[in-house]
């Protein structure tokens, strides 16, 4: 995976096959963790990152900015989700592990439980709260970046980060 670096300067016209490949080297990867925490399957957040990135080459005469470029990938992505969801055919689920372990079953079984029940808990959450959430503590973006990706001001953002925390936090105790 690539930086923000790597994509050509603001005010720079660029051709859309350069954009989109220097954006997936760069957020691919990123954009499919990103989707999985919406939706049920790899395979399932694979495809929604596929036409994010189809829509960004269709739209990409609306790019003045590449800089900005990742955040409407991103807005794309959490917005095909949430449509992708709505229809039913998927559920919010936990990101599958990196690195396979060497825990026993019930360490698996304890850490699945705990798993659900973060999962169960950010499901009972508003959408934006869940959104703010999702973004800064599992994509470990900034407040400005979930900001630009979610179209909301960075204080908008802090205030759906901290009553999210909260009502998640009284979540977990209801469910612990």
Known sequence: MGTAAELPAAGVRVDADALVVALFQAEGA??????????????????????AF???ARNQ???????RAAAYLRSIVVNLARDHNRRG??????????????????DHAAVDESRREVIEALRQLPRRQRDCL??????ELSVGAIAETL??????????LQRGMR????????LG
């Open 30 to 51: 990123r954009l499919v963790q990103l989707a999985r925490w919406f939706v049920d399957d790899r395979t399932a957040a694979e495809d929604l990152v596929q036409e």
């Open 54 to 56: 189809l829509r960004l």
């Open 61 to 67: 005469h609306r790019i003045n900015d590449p800089d």
């Open 89 to 106: 055919l998927v559920s919010l689920r936990h990101r599958p592990p990196a690195v396979v372990d060497d825990r026993s079953a019930e």
């Open 134 to 139: 999702v973004l800064r503590y599992y994509l």
């Open 151 to 160: 179209g909301l001001s960075p204080n908008s953002v802090k205030t759906h």
């Open 167 to 174: 009502a998640l936090k009284a979540e977990l105790e209801e």
